[in-house]
Every structure is written in C-alpha cells, then in structure tokens.
C-alpha cells in the first residue's frame, strides 16, 4: 500500500443531492467496526442498521447551525466523507432525530441493542465534549471501504479539515475512536490521547480512545 501513488483530491462541502450516497459510503465503511458489531453481531441486520443510523444523523444535522459536512474526491469519485461540529452546534433532540427517522434505526438493529449503543455512545463522546472556548469536534470521519490505505485519510485531515478548522478560528480539535489501528492512524497525524476507558456488553467488551489536537 505505501507504494500506491495518491492522485490529487479534490474537497466541497456536501451537498443536499450527495447525502444519501455518502451516507451509504459511511455506513459500508463501518460494517466492521466492533463500535458497531458489539452490540449488533448480524451482519445483514447490523448492515441495514447502519444505513438506517448514518442516513438519519446526516439528515438531523443537515444545514443544521454550527454542523458541517465535507466530501474528499479522487478523479470525481467521492472517497471520504467526514462530519465537523463546532463551538456553536446543539445536538439534535430526540424529537429532530425521530423525524429524520430513527424508527428505522430502531428496526433496522432492534429497540434494545440500540438504545445499549445510543447510552454507549453518547459516554464514548462526552470526553470530547468537555471543553470550552473555540473547541470543534470532528463526529465522523470515513474513506471509502475500497479506498482505504491509499493515503486519503492523512489527507483529507491535513489538506482540508485541520485548515478550514484554523482558518474559522478553531483552537483545539477533538476526535474518538474504538479502533487499535484508528488510534495509529491519528497519532501518526498530530493526535494526542487524553481520555481511555473501555465498554463491556454481552461479555464482550472494545476499548476507547478520545484524541485531541491543538491548533
């Protein structure tokens, strides 16, 4: 792979007739992340869940005040997706996200292994969240399944979120993760750990990992 030559990429914001397809990249993307698979093991379920949540968080935070959403693009075909939130973003209530539908996510992964992962997640983030001033939080951050191990990641981070969060004025930036290699990754990017813990469900458990950047 590190012989793979990264052609150019090329980076927009996301637009209204690219959210159901870069929706559906996300989701691919993380068919095996154990975040996911703990708490949902079918795949075919745990698939049509995650299109289900993705599709719904995308939908809930669209054009929604301090929520922004970038697409990286390799000779016009869209290969990263990633999701910026910054001082100024609300998180959707519950009452946003059921009219973006999560009645399907409900369906789609079944009421009680969601709602184990929805009160997983929302402890795997609040570290990220614990910070004031000009704090901006990167919520999902994804290469295209085929894609990856091309260098995109190093450069979407590089080339197009870290500046556009410097440039708004952006003093720290935050990030989580519950993969080993995910944690390499954003290391070997300027990341530093500051919050570890782990989760146990159904005898299983994953690790988790909140890094943060200063700017």
């Not at 209204?16 to 095996?32: I, K, N, P, S, V």
């Not at 009421?111 to 999902?140: I, Q, R, T």
Request: overall charge neutral; aromatic content about 14%; glycine content about 6%.
């Amino acid at each position: 792979m590190n012989n793979i030559k990264l052609i150019p990429l090329t980076y927009t914001m996301m637009k209204r007739e690219d959210l159901q397809h870069c929706a559906l990249l996300a989701a691919e993307a993380f068919a095996d992340y154990e975040y996911f698979s703990l708490y949902i093991s079918n795949e075919r379920r745990r698939q049509r869940f995650l299109n289900a949540l993705i599709h719904c968080e995308f939908k809930a935070n669209w054009e929604r005040n301090g929520c922004v959403f970038f697409i990286a693009k390799e000779n016009e075909k869209t290969v990263a997706v990633a999701q910026l939130c910054s001082p100024e973003f609300v998180r959707p209530s519950d009452g946003d996200y059921l009219k973006a539908g999560w009645m399907k996510v409900w369906l789609g992964g079944g009421f009680k292994k969601v709602n184990a992962w929805s009160a997983m997640e929302e402890l795997a983030s609040a570290p990220c969240h614990d910070f004031e001033g000009k704090h901006w939080y990167l919520s999902l951050f994804t290469v295209k399944k085929e894609d990856e191990g091309k260098g995109i990641g190093s450069a979407f981070l590089k080339e197009c979120l870290i500046p556009f969060v410097k440039r708004a004025n952006g003093e720290v930036l935050t990030l989580f993760t519950n993969s080993v290699a995910n944690c390499k990754f954003y290391e070997k990017n300027g990341f530093s750990l500051f919050d570890e813990k782990k989760f146990e469900y159904n005898g299983k458990s994953i690790g988790n990992w909140s890094y943060m950047m200063m700017l």
